[in-house]
């Protein structure tokens, strides 16, 4: 018997379902089950303030609550508790709006038995273990510990609301090493390790318990300075920081210097959004990295320093010119099977044909593109090219193939976007279970109410929804729970990192097991070695996508792929 007892919280009022659970518990000879009753939720509150509780078995219908308002009110006071729920009504809408809500399964009550009960108990505390596990995974950087890029991003929205609220100043600091890459080539990726987290380390000592400071990439830091009363109490951090990392750090026995740039912008003098803050601080610490000679500086941002707008301008221009001109291309890669080799998918992905710079890839125009009217005609053409190369498709395959579309945030904020959506495959014929549209979890939180009106009235097209880039960094449960998506795609840094360490392994596995306890598909992007795809299949991956398999395709070329059977193995891509 496992030494280690189980306190579950039963709330409910009814005295023979109270009994009745008592025996299902201790009919259990794998597990020690301690039982704590409450018979409505006042008293379920105060021992959840007052006991350490493993999980909540709960009665919608109480006393002093009913429904889902008795789930909402105890999942918001013990977020961390796994909720099963013991309902006395089968009702399949009731139970799938409860796991939306925040319960981990749903039991009616009359058609459990011991094994039953115990076994939804022990996986309700499991799945929640995994859910904390990848939440931390998820909001910080595995190598120094800080906050990573979406978490930093998630502060930083929230610091600019409060300081728009408050009528208050922030600065927000981007910094850069100076010396880091000659270090890491020269002396090994173990030695850059330690020093990045050397430096991380120093970067903690010098911020408040108001700040935060996170690594975005690379040996790329940012800080978040809040309630500023004017630069000079920017300039005093920073200088705290150049001061700081200016010191020699010892590792692995030598004595290595490095520097830091640090680019400022202070909200809302240089800046009144999120976006354009940290474009301007971005603008500040490439000045600040330009200086000759200089191995420890800042910069504040200024006007003067807007060459890059210029040069964004340009380019804006030039892609209003591709449009008319028809200058954009989709390509194709495969989605395959990862277990038969078949190939069940094809994502698109938009290409620019410059009449003097060549094939681009979406690097190198997508940001200008996206902050522009113009993503939504280009956004628009897109859909009706894959929903009209997805319908050839389908008269020729063997199989049904499934075609993806990246969506843009400002896309799917549209007030008619299911619309157009409807408009689009009713006019090439595509059946709306053959279209994928992949979603990022930064459209979803810019805008939640307007994204979650246009992906729910997807859903009731019947168009498949994915959400794309999943594990990047916010990997959010909320939004799992709350939007009707099919598939997440794992990003395919995780992907390339899953066989390359311990971390990159448990990441990957708690996101697979996460879609499945969702019931959804998993997909892994990226995919470029035999051993990352040995990783995925162990992992119980549904499908993988990746230069492995096969290179992103011209139409034509895809077509020629397809005309050649569906099974496309890495033997065969190689």
Same mark, same amino acid.
């Given at each position: 018997?496992? /030494?280690?007892?189980?306190?579950?919280?039963?709330?409910?009022?009814?005295?023979?379902?109270?009994?009745?659970?008592?025996?299902?518990?201790?009919?259990?000879?794998?597990?020690?089950?301690?039982?704590?009753?409450?018979?409505?939720?006042?008293?379920?509150?105060?021992?959840?303030?007052?006991?350490?509780?493993?999980?909540?078995?709960?009665?919608?219908?109480?006393?002093?609550?009913?429904?889902?308002?008795?789930?909402?009110?105890?999942?918001?006071?013990?977020?961390?508790?796994?909720?099963?729920?013991?309902? +006395?009504?089968?009702?399949?809408?009731?139970?799938?709006?409860?796991?939306?809500?925040?319960?981990?399964?749903?039991?009616?009550?009359?058609?459990?038995?011991?094994?039953?009960?115990?076994?939804?108990?022990?996986?309700?505390? @499991?799945?929640?273990?995994?859910?904390?596990?990848?939440?931390?995974?998820?909001?910080?950087?595995?190598?120094?510990?800080?906050?990573?890029?979406?978490?930093?991003?998630?502060?930083?929205?929230?610091?600019?609301?409060?300081?728009?609220?408050?009528?208050?100043?922030?600065?927000?600091?981007?910094?850069?090493?100076?010396?880091?890459?000659?270090?890491?080539? =020269?002396?090994?990726?173990?030695?850059?390790?330690?020093?990045?987290?050397?430096?991380?380390?120093?970067?903690?000592?010098?911020?408040?318990?108001?700040?935060?400071?996170?690594?975005?990439?690379?040996?790329?830091? =940012?800080?978040?300075? /809040?309630?500023?009363?004017?630069?000079?109490?920017?300039?005093?951090?920073? /200088?705290?920081?150049? @001061?700081?990392?200016?010191?020699?750090?010892?590792?692995?026995?030598?004595?290595?210097?490095?520097?830091? /740039?640090?680019?400022?912008?202070?909200?809302?003098?240089?800046?009144?959004?999120?976006?354009?803050?940290?474009?301007?601080?971005?603008?500040?610490?490439?000045?600040?990295?330009?200086?000759?000679?200089?191995?420890?500086?800042?910069?504040?941002?200024?006007?003067?320093?807007?060459?890059?707008? =210029?040069?964004?301008?340009?380019?804006? +221009?030039?892609?209003?010119?591709?449009?008319t001109q028809g200058e954009f291309v989709i390509n194709y890669q495969p989605q395959?099977?990862?277990?038969?080799?078949?190939?069940?998918?094809?994502?698109?992905?938009?290409?620019?044909?410059?009449?003097?710079?060549?094939?681009?890839?979406?690097a190198a125009f997508m940001n200008v593109l996206e902050s522009s009217p113009l993503?939504?005609?280009? *956004?628009?053409?897109?859909?009706?090219?894959?929903?009209?190369?997805?319908?050839?498709?389908?008269?020729?395959?063997?199989?049904?193939?499934?075609?993806?579309?990246?969506?843009?945030?400002?896309?799917?904020?549209?007030?008619?976007?299911?619309?157009?959506?409807?408009?689009?495959?009713?006019?090439? *014929?595509?059946?709306?279970?053959?279209?994928?549209?992949?979603?990022?979890?930064?459209?979803?939180?810019?805008?939640?109410?307007?994204?979650?009106?246009?992906?729910?009235?997807?859903?009731?097209?019947?168009?498949?929804?994915?959400?794309?880039?999943? *594990?990047?960094?916010?990997?959010?449960?909320?939004?799992?729970?709350?939007f009707p998506f099919h598939a997440i795609k794992l990003d395919r840094r995780l992907?390339?990192?899953?066989?390359?360490? =311990?971390?990159?392994?448990?990441?990957?596995?708690?996101?697979?097991?996460?879609?499945?306890?969702?019931?959804?598909?998993?997909?892994?992007?990226?995919?470029?070695?035999?051993?990352?795809?040995?990783?995925?299949?162990?992992?119980?991956?549904?499908?993988?996508?990746?230069?492995?398999?096969?290179?992103?395709?011209?139409?034509?070329?895809?077509?020629?792929?397809?005309?050649?059977?569906?099974?496309?193995?890495?033997?065969?891509?190689?």
């Open positions: 018997m496992n /030494s280690t007892s189980l306190t579950i919280l039963l709330v409910e009022d009814n005295p023979g379902d109270i009994r009745l659970v008592r025996e299902l518990l201790a009919a259990d000879q794998s597990e020690r089950f301690v039982l704590v009753t409450a018979d409505r939720q006042e008293t379920a509150l105060a021992i959840l303030d007052s006991q350490d509780i493993t999980a909540i078995l709960l009665d919608l219908e109480l006393p002093d609550g009913s429904g889902l308002n008795t789930l909402l009110k105890i999942h918001a006071n013990a977020p961390g508790i796994p909720i099963v729920v013991l309902s +006395s009504t089968a009702d399949e809408s009731l139970a799938v709006r409860s796991v939306q809500q925040g319960a981990q399964d749903f039991l009616v009550k009359g058609y459990v038995d011991a094994h039953q009960l115990t076994r939804s108990l022990r996986y309700a505390i @499991e799945r929640k273990r995994t859910e904390e596990r990848l939440n931390h995974l998820a909001h910080h950087d595995s190598l120094t510990g800080l906050s990573n890029r979406k978490h930093f991003y998630d502060t930083l929205k929230n610091s600019i609301a409060l300081a728009r609220r408050h009528e208050t100043k922030l600065a927000l600091l981007l910094l850069d090493l100076n010396g880091f890459k000659a270090i890491n080539d =020269t002396l090994g990726h173990y030695v850059g390790d330690l020093l990045l987290q050397g430096v991380a380390q120093r970067l903690r000592e010098c911020m408040r318990e108001t700040d935060c400071v996170a690594r975005i990439g690379g040996d790329e830091f =940012t800080m978040i300075l /809040s309630d500023i009363y004017d630069e000079e109490d920017a300039v005093a951090a920073t /200088s705290k920081i150049i @001061e700081s990392v200016g010191h020699p750090f010892l590792i692995d026995g030598r004595a290595l210097d490095v520097g830091v /740039s640090i680019g400022i912008g202070i909200y809302p003098t240089d800046a009144d959004n999120l976006e354009s803050l940290v474009r301007n601080a971005d603008v500040a610490m490439y000045q600040a990295k330009a200086e000759i000679g200089m191995q420890n500086t800042y910069r504040f941002f200024s006007a003067n320093m807007n060459d890059r707008a =210029t040069e964004d301008r340009v380019l804006l +221009s030039e892609l209003a010119t591709a449009v395959v099977d990862v277990k038969t080799g078949h190939i069940n998918g094809m994502e698109s992905l938009l290409r620019w044909q410059h009449p003097t710079r060549g094939l681009l890839l979406p993503v939504l005609e280009v *956004g628009l053409w897109v859909l009706r090219c894959v929903c009209t190369q997805g319908q050839a498709w389908r008269e020729t395959a063997d199989v049904p193939l499934v075609l993806s579309v990246n969506l843009s945030p400002r896309q799917l904020l549209q007030d008619d976007f299911a619309e157009q959506v409807s408009a689009v495959l009713a006019e090439t *014929g595509l059946p709306p279970h053959c279209l994928e549209l992949d979603i990022s979890e930064h459209a979803l939180w810019e805008d939640e109410e307007c994204a979650f009106k246009q992906v729910t009235k997807l859903n009731q097209l019947g168009v498949r929804l994915a959400l794309d880039n999943f *594990g990047n960094g916010r990997a959010s449960f909320y939004y799992l729970r709350k992907t390339q990192a899953a066989s390359a360490s =311990t971390d990159g392994a448990d990441m990957a596995r708690a996101v697979i097991q996460v879609a499945h306890v969702f019931r959804m598909k998993g997909l892994a992007g990226g995919v470029e070695t035999t051993a990352q795809l040995d990783t995925l299949r162990n992992l119980a991956y549904d499908d993988a996508q990746g230069y492995l398999y096969c290179h992103p395709l011209p139409s034509d070329a895809a077509t020629a792929l397809l005309e050649r059977g569906q099974h496309l193995g890495p033997v065969a891509a190689a």
